[in-house]
């Protein structure tokens, strides 16, 4: 039974590392074509509402809505600040704006349940109008060009229910946990992103710097208002309805991630509690395996269920043999794959790294170490979410909110 197990492990692995690799190249090629790709101007430029759900933002949204300011974009262009029951100088700051600048609206969101995201973009929604619709965090500052770039992509793309940007940390210099979430974001985009997109036409909605057509998300009846990672679950009807999601790697914006490991675990586990959600969804309801669905919740159920399995059993192996545990004659090649893993997990960074221009020692040994530290705090914060949505569940009670830490940061430039 034991090297059964072993066996199943290592063609997983053995699939993953394949499967990874073939996302890299793809990436690469997909960075590559957009940056050569000449782009071609639209005749007219449809109308985009810009939508900022905000809660106690007052620290750091006069830095976002000056780069909402900088925007330029030759279609009609408005920004609503949907305050979600500040109690900071949100409302000051925004109303300022407002005042000042036509492009800037700021609207009070009314009090409601649940509490959260979704249910602020619906409210959004319902006082706007606009042919597209572009969601900003609160801590964001996009690229002058980048709404054009969404737009123009969005418009050229047969079926697209939109186009999606890519992030980039605005603080990754500020110590080794920034650093780390900027490469993870790096090879995410590099990898799920672009890379899924140049293989399957796949693209997923990563809740900011996304524009979406007002008249799909009309016909989905707009968020879920129960749904923590309201991007995952908003990208799986999405797809349901056969559109697509084109990948725009150079609509770039530049977010705050978290500065501690505290603030950075309740984010995480809040994004894995809302996929947790989701995977509850897909079990309960066939059309989320249907045509190009199938991929994402697959992906899901990999990564929740049969990847977290692996890994901890394959973690357990490997810190045993380092203590002289003795296993079955599996255990060699079980080693191996271990190294192949960090050779492509490495080899996933460095691309990343380099497609980014951000190649630089510092930033090669981060990656070289993050492996053993930062990506095993998956295991970790997965525990931890499952404990979490079981207690919920159990009792009958509605997962809230929970809103990540702001920190005064710099310009972008500075974190470039």
């Known amino acids: 039974m034991f090297k059964v197990v072993l066996l199943l492990i290592m063609a997983f692995f053995w699939f993953l590392l394949f499967y990874y690799t073939i996302l890299l190249v793809s990436g690469v090629l997909h960075y590559k074509r957009e940056r050569e790709r000449k782009r071609r101007p639209l005749l007219k430029y449809p109308s985009v509402a810009i939508l900022i759900p905000a809660h106690n933002e007052g620290l750091i949204l006069e830095d976002t809505l000056n780069a909402m300011m900088k925007l330029r974009y030759p279609g009609h262009l408005d920004v609503f600040l949907l305050d979600d029951q500040s109690i900071d100088q949100t409302a000051a700051v925004a109303r300022s704006f407002a005042e000042n600048f036509s492009r800037i609206h700021y609207i009070k969101v009314p009090p409601g349940e649940p509490k959260g995201k979704s249910r602020v973009l619906n409210y959004g929604l319902s006082i706007s109008q606009s042919d597209y619709f572009l969601v900003y965090d609160a801590d964001n500052q996009p690229d002058s060009d980048a709404v054009t770039k969404l737009v123009e992509i969005a418009e050229q793309t047969e079926n697209a229910a939109g186009a999606v940007g890519v992030v980039r940390t605005l603080n990754q210099n500020k110590n080794l946990l920034t650093r780390m979430i900027s490469i993870e974001f790096q090879v995410f985009q590099l990898t799920m992103q672009s890379g899924r997109w140049k293989l399957f036409n796949l693209g997923s909605l990563p809740g900011t710097n996304m524009l979406l057509r007002r008249s799909v998300i009309e016909e989905l009846e707009g ?107 599996m255990a060699a090649p079980l080693l191996m794959i271990w190294l192949m893993s960090y050779v492509v997990y490495s080899i996933q960074i460095i691309s990343s790294l380099a497609v980014n221009q951000q190649l630089s020692l510092t930033s090669l040994f981060v990656g070289a170490i993050m492996y053993f530290t930062y990506a095993q705090l998956f295991v970790i914060l997965l525990i931890r979410a499952f404990a979490i949505y079981l207690y919920h569940r159990v009792r009958g009670l509605t997962i809230g909110w929970d809103k990540t830490t702001r920190f005064k940061a710099g310009e972008k430039d500075e974190a470039a």
Do not use: C, M
Request: hydrophobic letters at 45%; zero cysteines.
């Open 223 to 329: 968020y879920d208002p129960y749904a923590l990672a309201e991007d995952a679950e908003l990208t799986i009807r999405i797809t349901q309805k056969g559109y697509v999601l084109p990948i725009v790697p150079y609509a770039q914006t530049w977010e705050q991630e978290p500065e501690n490991l505290q603030t950075f675990l309740k984010q995480r586990t809040r994004w894995l509690i809302g996929n947790l959600y989701l995977l509850e969804k897909s079990f309960k309801d066939i059309n989320f395996w249907k045509g190009k669905t199938f991929f994402h919740s697959l992906q899901h159920l990999l990564t929740y269920f049969v990847f977290i399995f692996f890994l901890i059993t394959s973690n357990v192996i490997f810190v045993g043999s380092l203590f002289g545990i003795n296993f079955p004659e």
